[in-house]
């Protein structure tokens, strides 16, 4: 099955999913990003449809450089709440996912799929994570 393929198989799995468990009607679902020309309603199940595809790709050709995602006692680390002292102030966040390159390394993956992150927020998330762990990279 083509990638395209399975990315329409888990959407409409996951949109039959959702439409399940939810009482919000899906006209009132709320969509993130920002609108442009050719997508106003932002980031939508139109943008989606174009999009996820490509995503799925590049995550796939990401995935075969041999980085695997982290365990944490049996817990893959996904989406990890982390929180950190920096000059005795606590500060809460997210790592999307920690992976292990094929030498050992811990690396700290911070996934984009849209605008970059403005860089006063890199570097603090990157001195916070550096403070837990002693080195990370934002990719």
Avoid at 11 to 22: A, F, G, N, Q, V
Avoid at 69 to 78: K, R, S
């Amino acid at each position: 099955m083509d990638l395209e393929s399975i990315w329409k198989k888990c959407w409409d799995s996951e949109l039959h999913e959702r439409l399940k468990t939810t009482t919000v009607p899906m006209d009132q679902w709320k969509a993130s990003g920002r609108p442009s020309k050719t997508f106003p309603n932002k980031e939508d199940a139109k943008w989606w449809a174009k999009n996820g595809p490509r995503y799925l790709e590049k995550w796939v050709q990401f995935r075969g450089n041999g980085w695997n995602i982290f365990d944490i006692n049996g817990v893959p680390a996904i989406e990890l709440d982390i929180l950190a002292v920096m000059d005795n102030i606590p500060v809460k966040m997210q790592i999307d996912r920690l992976m292990v390159t094929p030498e050992g390394e811990l690396v700290v993956v911070d996934i984009k799929s849209g605008k970059s992150t403005p860089n006063w927020l890199v570097h603090q998330s990157t001195a916070c994570l550096f403070s837990i762990l002693g080195s990370c990279y934002v990719c």
